[in-house]
């Protein structure tokens, strides 16, 4: 799986962090760091990130081919 990420959308609530804290984290100043940007996410990652597109508040989250 990989993710979609609407940069404009995320307001750094951070629960994607808490749902998957491997494949989302937030820098001091709360900007969103994905590491999987473009780039497939490892299976054994894939059920936290997907609970993290079910946490985030603004819907900034999204699942693509
Ligand atoms: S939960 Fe959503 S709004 Fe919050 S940091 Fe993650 S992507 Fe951004």
Do not use: T
Not at 6 to 20: I, L
Not at 26 to 53: C, T, V
Request: aromatic share 6%; net charge negative; with cysteine.
């Amino acid at each position: 799986m990989k993710i979609d990420v609407n940069w404009e959308r995320c307001e750094g609530h951070g629960q994607c962090e808490a749902a998957a804290p491997d494949v989302f984290s937030l820098d001091d100043d709360g900007e969103l760091h994905f590491a999987y940007d473009n780039r497939k996410i490892p299976e054994g990652e894939a059920m936290a990130a997907r609970s993290a597109i079910g946490a985030c508040p603004v819907a900034a989250l999204r699942e693509v081919q």
